[in-house]
């Protein structure tokens, strides 16, 4: 009985292994689409305005949204240059027995921009390299 036991284990183990090695590998090509580079995306975070702020303790409590302060951007400032990166968030909260609620509010999705500020640090870069270069050729004179 031990080794029917043993033998069956193996056997759903063995199973298992089968099934993750059947697993794909998509590669970015077939994945995305319309692929480009971000254009002026120094030009496009100047535009943006960084606050700072707290979410108002005596409105909303029944969202629990975080305490102290925050940073972000008012959803506002990204709607020229940004807009994919604003989306509008679901939150239920109890109303009563058995009942519930459901509040929307505008969200930023900061990590949405990063590849915006990856690409501005490397335009300054290539900004920052090609006055140094000038400069050097400067001193030569």
């Keep these: 009985m031990n080794s029917l036991i043993k033998g069956s284990l193996l056997g759903t ?3 298992i292994c089968a099934f993750t090695v059947q697993a794909q590998k998509i590669s970015d090509q ?3 689409v319309n692929v480009a580079e971000i254009s002026n995306p120094v ?6 305005e960084p606050i700072s702020f707290n979410y108002n303790p005596d409105q909303q409590k029944h969202l629990k949204l975080p305490s102290g302060s925050q940073f972000g951007f008012a959803t506002t400032s990204l709607s020229a240059n940004f807009q994919s990166v604003v989306v509008e968030t679901s939150k239920q909260y109890p109303a009563g027995k058995n009942q519930f609620k459901t509040a929307k509010y505008d969200e930023v999705k900061m990590e949405s921009l990063i590849p915006v500020l990856v690409a501005a640090i490397n335009e300054q870069q290539a900004q920052i390299d ?3 270069n ?4 400067l001193k030569k004179k």
């Design 130 to 132: 090609a006055l140094k």
């Design 134 to 137: 000038e400069i050097e050729a």
């Design 30 to 32: 077939d994945l995305k």
């Design 43 to 48: 030009s496009q975070l100047k535009a943006l």
């Design 13 to 15: 183990v063995l199973t």
